[in-house]
């Protein structure tokens, strides 16, 4: 959600690295699933749009993506790739889960991601004034 929304600011402050960055973060995202993959379409046409927008390329273009996207695919690795504390035990034996989501869990990915917007809001403001 975060990508589309890092992609969608792109769109309407006309920067096409922010919509780069965008698609390219949801890329990864939408393999982890098969109910995900519909979602490389947009994720493609956002990057596709993006590209050729570029006219100039800077180092802080260049930066600005890099963190973006480490920022949002790390903050998601993190929670699908987190072992869940989850288990109980009944008469029966024992079980557990990994699909619950923690309290740590939703701490850093709040940690990676509201910097992430934070970061592509800045971007677009100075974009507009350059």
């Known amino acids: 959600m975060a990508a589309g ?6 769109s309407l402050a006309h920067a096409p690295w922010l919509m780069v960055a965008g698609g390219a973060a949801a890329v990864p995202i939408c393999l982890v699933s098969f109910v995900g993959v519909p979602a490389l379409l947009p994720a493609g046409v956002v990057m596709a749009v993006g590209a050729s927008g570029l006219r100039a390329v ?19 690795g993190y929670e699908v790739l987190h072992q ?8 029966d034996g024992s079980a557990g889960s990994s699909n619950v ?15 992430a917007l934070a970061v592509a809001v800045a ?4 974009f507009r004034r350059s």
């Open 58 to 76: 800077s180092t802080r273009d260049v930066l600005t993506a890099i963190a973006l996207v480490t920022l949002l695919v790390g903050g998601f």
């Open 123 to 126: 971007y677009a403001r100075s």
């Open 101 to 115: 989501v923690t309290t740590t869990e939703s701490v850093v990915v709040l940690g990676a991601v509201a910097p």
């Open 5 to 10: 929304v890092i992609a969608l600011i792109g």
């Open 84 to 91: 869940d504390p989850a288990q109980w035990e009944t008469a």
